[in-house]
């Protein structure tokens, strides 16, 4: 079953382009879900949430509606001295998952997150940590791009972000690869000017994808749909409501 939404919906700039300019940002959330049947929740990364956001945050929206929850970064960055704070963030996930609407964990970890014994067994003990909650890994760097990682993942029952990015040197490529029941793509958007270099976080998600550009992902979606329960596909190129069409446009590709 595939997915489709953005990463966030909460952008102030998407009015004028998808919110209607008269709507409360009370209904931001409401009028999202009647569009699109998920969101990856990003605010959690920032800081850890609380239950009863989430829980308001749910009933915002109808059934079958699924949210993707963005670890809080103190554990995929820091990684160390955080283990009462798994604790407190899956305590914080049991709204959505008590009403049927948790999608999974996304784990994203920092371009300085590489290949080595230490950071091979911190993913392994993630479904633990996590409780036994589904949980994607997304890496930043292209080291991770092997079958021993594939292989890892598979073995603890972790999934793979896929991702498309700029095709900048340490960077992911455009690989289509379902390492649990939970397959999983973020489009980044491909602003390579902006990657590394821009003085707000915003400027590297500025980007525009052509119809031509999503269709290359059209037969790679299909083949992970084909081994997965769940195929997440999100948007993430979000300035000015961009991930808004880029979300429409993998809707109408993948009928």
Known sequence: MIHIGTSGYSYDDWVGPFYPADLAKSSWLTYYSNEFSCCEINFTYYRLPEARTLAAMARKTGDGFLFTVKATQELTHKREGNDALFGQFVVALRPLIDLGKFGCILAQFPFSFQPSPDNCDYLRSLP?????????????????????????LKEN????????????????PPVAEATSS?????????NAQKWWSHDQAWERYDYTYSAEELREWVPRIKSLDAVAEHTFLFANNHWHGQAVDTARQLRLLLP
């Not at 760097?141 to 990682?149: K, L």
């Not at 896929?162 to 992911?172: A, H, N």
């Not at 999983?184 to 958007?189: A, D, I």
């Open 128 to 152: 633990e940590r996590f409780q036994g909650l589904p949980v994607v890994i997304e890496f930043r760097n292209v080291g991770w791009i092997s079958q021993p990682t594939f292989s890892l």
């Open 157 to 172: 029952h972790l999934g793979f972000c896929c991702v498309d990015e700029p095709p900048l040197k340490g960077l992911l």
């Open 182 to 190: 939970i397959a999983y793509v973020r489009f980044h958007g491909r």
